[in-house]
């Protein structure tokens, strides 16, 4: 090879030289796809975060907005109350079932009645019934504190205005009124007492099962649906049947008086319509809550007293409930560091 000739110009005797590598490569020792991909997971985990982030900022968000509207709905219903606000028709819902731990259970119907005649504005309360009955023991608890609130504010006049059902222990509670009123399509009535069940002793011996009943007191398996019915159970249970009717028909009459027509069929147990009612008694007069506040107390304005914050709680707690699972869930979430 002559002097100044290229060592590197026949390929066929020299292996190409190998180009310089990249800065890149250099600098991360030839490992430059592994730094790449962890950038790319750093940020994608960057990503999750501030997506989460911003989850829980729109889920408070709709939290905040959420407890507006409840505050805007209680202030609405609640607006009158200031000071100058006039006086008002107070009206309590007596609504479904009267039974504990429904809407319409003493407790709740017995808080707003005290609330109601409380109120230094109320000129007069309506008790509005929409109720097939229930436990003679909740619709006497609110019969007799009608009565008491009666008693303690002689000024303040208490109506019942019956809308689609008036039945048993709804009529108990509205027996206490001043004056019943109702629609003339109205169901009013059904005062009388009732108990029920099923008896499965011969469905037993068909199928060839036997029922084996240990009891300390002879009367202990009373009424057993899987056992014979006794001619003494039934007498037992008949009787405390009656004593329970008398006690209804007792309050009926002190509520109504002389109003009542004398009708053999007045306690038997029979519904009527609210036209038909008046006829008998057991209402006064054809009217809607709207009629009796505007033309029998003279304040057409109604504040609805019917306690329904058990509901805007459970709203509450509902929301409550989603925010907090939400932000355990991000905070139980494993992340890259």
Same mark, same amino acid.
């Given at each position: 090879?002559?002097?100044?000739?290229?060592?590197r110009?026949?390929?066929?005797t020299?292996?190409?030289e190998?180009?310089?590598p990249?800065?890149e490569?250099?600098?991360?020792?030839?490992?430059?796809?592994?730094?790449?991909l962890?950038?790319?997971?750093?940020?994608?985990?960057?990503?999750?975060?501030?997506?989460?982030?911003?989850?829980?900022?729109?889920?408070?968000?709709?939290?905040?907005?959420?407890?507006?509207?409840?505050?805007?709905?209680?202030?609405?219903?609640?607006?009158?109350?200031?000071?100058?606000?006039?006086?008002?028709?107070?009206?309590?819902?007596?609504?479904?079932?009267?039974?504990?731990? !429904?809407?319409?259970?003493?407790? *709740?119907?017995?808080? %707003?009645? @005290?609330?109601?005649?409380? +109120?230094?504005?109320?000129a &007069?309360?309506?008790?509005?019934?929409?109720?097939?009955?229930?436990?003679?023991?909740?619709?006497?608890?609110?019969?007799?504190?009608?009565?008491?609130?009666?008693?303690?504010?002689?000024?303040?006049?208490?109506?019942?205005?019956?809308?689609?059902?008036?039945?048993?222990?709804?009529?108990?509670?509205?027996?206490?009124?001043?004056?019943?009123?109702?629609?003339?399509?109205?169901?009013?009535?059904?005062?009388?007492?009732?108990?029920?069940?099923?008896?499965?002793?011969?469905?037993?011996?068909?199928?060839?099962?036997?029922?084996?009943?240990?009891?300390?007191?002879?009367?202990?398996?009373?009424l057993?649906?899987?056992?014979?019915?006794?001619?003494?159970e039934v007498?037992?249970?008949?009787?405390?049947?009656?004593?329970?009717?008398? !006690?209804?028909?007792g309050?009926? *009459?002190?509520?109504? %008086?002389? @109003?009542?027509?004398?009708? +053999?069929?007045?306690?038997? &147990?029979?519904?009527?319509?609210?036209?038909?009612?008046?006829?008998?008694?057991?209402?006064?007069?054809?009217?809607?809550?709207?009629?009796?506040?505007?033309?029998?107390?003279?304040?057409e304005?109604i504040r609805?007293?019917?306690?329904r914050?058990?509901?805007?709680?459970?709203?509450?707690?509902?929301?409550?409930?989603?925010?907090?699972?939400?932000?355990?869930?991000?905070m139980?979430?494993?992340?890259?560091?």
């Amino acid at each position: 090879m002559s002097e100044g000739e290229n060592p590197r110009a026949d390929p066929w005797t020299q292996a190409p030289e190998r180009s310089s590598p990249p800065a890149e490569e250099a600098s991360t020792g030839g490992q430059w796809p592994q730094a790449v991909l962890e950038k790319v997971l750093l940020e994608s985990v960057r990503e999750q975060r501030r997506a989460r982030r911003w989850g829980i900022v729109f889920k408070s968000l709709l939290f905040v907005y959420l407890f507006a509207l409840l505050f805007a709905y209680l202030a609405d219903r609640w607006s009158d109350v200031g000071i100058g606000a006039g006086r008002h028709t107070a009206l309590v819902e007596v609504e479904g079932v009267i039974a504990a731990e !429904q809407d319409a259970s003493a407790d *709740r119907v017995v808080g %707003g009645l @005290r609330a109601a005649f409380e +109120d230094d504005r109320t000129a &007069g309360v309506i008790v509005r019934v929409n109720s097939p009955g229930g436990s003679p023991v909740q619709a006497g608890y609110i019969y007799e504190e009608i009565r008491r609130l009666r008693a303690k504010y002689p000024d303040t006049p208490l109506y019942a205005v019956i809308t689609d059902i008036c039945a048993s222990g709804g009529y108990y509670v509205a027996a206490a009124a001043d004056r019943i009123f109702a629609n003339r399509a109205s169901l009013v009535g059904s005062i009388g007492v009732r108990t029920d069940g099923f008896g499965f002793v011969e469905a037993m011996r068909k199928l060839g099962v036997e029922r084996r009943l240990l009891t300390a007191g002879e009367n202990k398996g009373f009424l057993d649906p899987f056992s014979p019915l006794k001619d003494e159970e039934v007498e037992h249970l008949q009787s405390m049947l009656d004593e329970l009717h008398q !006690q209804f028909i007792g309050v009926v *009459r002190e509520g109504r %008086g002389e @109003r009542l027509r004398d009708a +053999d069929e007045l306690f038997s &147990g029979l519904i009527w319509t609210g036209e038909r009612s008046v006829e008998l008694g057991l209402v006064d007069g054809l009217a809607s809550a709207g009629e009796v506040a505007r033309d029998i107390i003279g304040e057409e304005k109604i504040r609805d007293f019917t306690l329904r914050d058990d509901l805007l709680r459970r709203i509450v707690d509902r929301i409550g409930l989603v925010l907090v699972r939400e932000i355990g869930a991000w905070m139980a979430t494993p992340t890259l560091r």
